[in-house]
Nanobody, 124 residues
Framework: QVQLVESGGGLVQAGGSLRLSCAAS????????KAWFRQAPGKEREFVAAISWSGNALDYADSVKGRFTISRDNAKNTVYLQMNNLKPEDTAVYYCASSPGVLAGSQLFEYDYWGQGTQVTVSS
């Protein structure tokens, strides 16, 4: 089992920044890819960003490219999402996810462990 706990969400004005963290516990010895997804009210959960186990392979949704940066610190079992120039359309619950492979992409089915989510609200 892998437990994922997100933190760092909150309320921010448009143009502002937030840094989300996702701390893993349990089977943290497994080499896994991690990702961030988000879900806005009334919408399906969507991919935001992914990072390989090594940190060398990154993938972003087009809507966040150039504004969001995913990173990880394997020594701390933590993955981060730095979000800059936030827009009202970024408002959602943000979820951290872990994949059993060292590489993973943008599809939900690739991930087998999920956190409870952290709310991000961007006001205009």
């Amino acid at each position: 089992q892998v437990q994922l706990v997100e933190s760092g969400g909150g309320l921010v004005q448009a143009g502002g920044s937030l840094r989300l963290s996702c701390a893993a516990s349990g089977r943290t010895f497994r080499a896994d890819a991690k990702a961030w997804f988000r879900q806005a009210p009334g919408k399906e959960r969507e991919f935001v960003a992914a990072i390989s186990w090594s940190g060398n392979a990154l993938d972003y949704a087009d809507s966040v490219k150039g504004r969001f940066t995913i990173s990880r610190d394997n020594a701390k079992n933590t993955v981060y999402l730095q979000m800059n120039n936030l827009k009202p359309e970024d408002t959602a619950v943000y979820y951290c996810a872990s994949s059993p492979g060292v590489l993973a992409g943008s599809q939900l089915f690739e991930y087998d462990y999920w956190g409870q989510g952290t709310q991000v609200t961007v006001s205009s």
